[in-house]
């Protein structure tokens, strides 16, 4: 069963556009949800994380909203750039004690393409 | 700082070959995880380890065996190849506190490995 669910599966936005990427999850208990970004070739490389206790963080460009009832988090990419392009995984995990090690469950990507 | 180094980067075997992936980490990182990547599927975690001498199954064990005698190398090995196995493995490595604080996980360029 898939802990994370990712969409969609490819995005193709105008340069200076807004990228969304949506996640849903099913465990309540995760805590710690964050976004990989990577590019052909490279191991993905952390972007941004969230915790639930707070509904959105802005970085730059990138900001995560977080809906705790709703179970779903969503990565806004504004005033995309063709150097956005490139793989974006969402995740989460649960808390890193004892057994559970802070394992990460990862969607299945979104392959971003931002035209010039 | 190299980060997460993975060795090597492009590998070809014939199906019922072995060989061993190696992952070196110079983060003194106490987790470290191995997982493999599929177009449409994401990332999946094979085996981790909590420290030096302990290893865990993961998502998509069969197949492989990991070691870890030295805190930072964590080796993927496949015993006999199969076609199955073709696919990019990464290795990351995370500080791994235990205290319920999660750590983002670092990870390497990865290895291409085709089976024949």
């Given amino acids: ?116 | 700082n190299a980060g997460v180094t993975q060795t090597p980067k492009f590998r070809v075997l014939k199906t019922g070959q072995s060989m061993t992936l190696l992952c070196a980490q110079d983060m003194n990182h106490e987790y470290m995880y191995w997982y493999r990547q599929d177009p449409g599927m994401g990332l999946r975690l094979i085996h981790y380890s909590v420290g030096e001498g302990t290893t865990a199954k993961g998502e998509v064990p069969d197949g492989y065996n990991v070691s870890r005698l030295k805190k930072q190398n964590f080796l993927l090995g496949l015993e006999s190849a199969a076609p199955s196995q073709t696919s990019v493995y990464f290795c990351a490595s995370a500080p791994g506190t235990g205290r319920g604080v999660n750590q983002p996980q670092h990870f390497g360029d990865g290895t291409r490995l085709s089976i024949l």
């Fill in chain 1, 1 to 116: 069963q898939q802990q994370v669910k990712q969409s969609p599966q490819s995005l193709i936005v105008q340069k200076g556009g807004i990228s969304i990427i949506n996640c849903a999850y099913e465990n309540t208990a995760f805590d710690y949800f964050p976004w990989y970004q990577q590019f052909p070739g490279k191991g993905p490389a952390l972007l941004i994380a969230i915790r639930p206790d707070v509904s959105e963080k802005k970085e730059g460009r990138f900001t995560i909203s977080f809906n705790k009832s709703a179970k779903q988090f969503s990565l806004h990419i504004m005033d995309s750039q063709p150097g956005d392009s490139a793989t974006y995984f969402c995740a989460a995990s649960l808390a890193d004690r004892g057994s559970t090690l802070g394992r990460l469950y990862f969607g299945r990507g979104t392959q971003l393409t931002v035209w010039p």
